[in-house]
């Protein structure tokens, strides 16, 4: 079975520097797809960035990048030059060729002026 | 603002009861998703309808039930509520595909908080 794994419950990053968010899964797909939602304090849930398993590529949304390694089985999100809007809970989530959907357990992360 | 629009925003009932839950998809879209995120269970994924047919299924009780209508709105109906059942429902519209999987991005809209008493 398909699992998401965020081994970190919280982070806390200065304001303007760089944080990276931890994401492990497990499949035995090999065509699938990754992504990273926020969810702040309204409960929204906003899509920060995809990336396709079958690209190389990692994915880059301004200051928001990802790391990709498909052997490894990691998807870790870096956000660069923090602000304190970039405060919420960060879902990693893995979707199958099947379309079924699995979230990790999220990172909230704060951001200290 | 992702387009996704879910009534009603709260919901407050009592064990026993039924409840339906009602979200518009963005226009233009197709799948739409839905989702229960509880303290203890975290985000899962219940149910996927496209064009009106279920398409994927995921850990949905069998006391829980959705459609889709003709114009792509859909409805989850939660049956025989227990006090688990407390949780905020999640509804997400894709663009989607006819072919065997969407591998279109999802949009959340922003959710029905549901207590059961």
């Known amino acids: 079975a398909q699992t998401v794994t965020q081994s970190q419950p919280e982070m806390s990053v200065q304001e303007a520097e760089t944080v990276t968010l931890s994401c492990t899964y497990d499949?035995?797909?090999?065509?699938?797809?990754l992504f990273w939602y926020k969810q702040p304090p309204s409960r929204q849930m906003i899509l920060v960035i995809r990336q396709e398993a079958y690209k190389q590529q990692n994915a880059t949304e301004n200051r928001f990048s990802v790391n990709f390694q498909k052997a490894a089985k990691s998807f870790s999100l870096k956000i660069s030059d923090s602000q304190l809007g970039d405060a919420a809970m960060y879902f990693c989530?893995?979707?199958?060729?099947?379309?079924?959907?699995?979230f990790g357990k999220g990172t909230r992360l704060h951001i200290l002026p | 603002d992702s387009g996704v629009t879910q009534t009603p925003k709260h919901l407050i009932t009592a064990t026993g009861q039924r409840v339906t839950l009602r979200c518009s998809p963005r226009?233009?879209?197709?799948?739409v998703y839905w989702y229960q995120q509880s303290l203890d269970q975290g985000l899962q994924f219940l149910i996927q309808y496209y064009n009106g047919e279920e398409r994927a299924k995921g850990n949905i009780l069998e006391r829980f039930s959705a459609q889709q209508f003709p114009d792509l709105h859909s409805e989850l109906n939660l049956s025989s509520l227990e006090l688990g059942d407390s949780a905020l429902y999640f509804c997400?519209?894709?663009?989607?595909?006819?072919?065997?999987?969407?591998?279109?991005?999802?949009?959340f809209g922003p959710g029905t908080r549901l207590t059961v008493l």
């Open positions: 989530a893995y979707r199958s060729p099947e379309d079924k959907i699995i």
């Open positions: 226009s233009g879209d197709l799948s």
């Open positions: 997400a519209s894709s663009v989607g595909t006819s072919g065997e999987a969407s591998t279109d991005t999802q949009y």
């Open positions: 499949t035995s797909e090999s065509d699938y797809y």
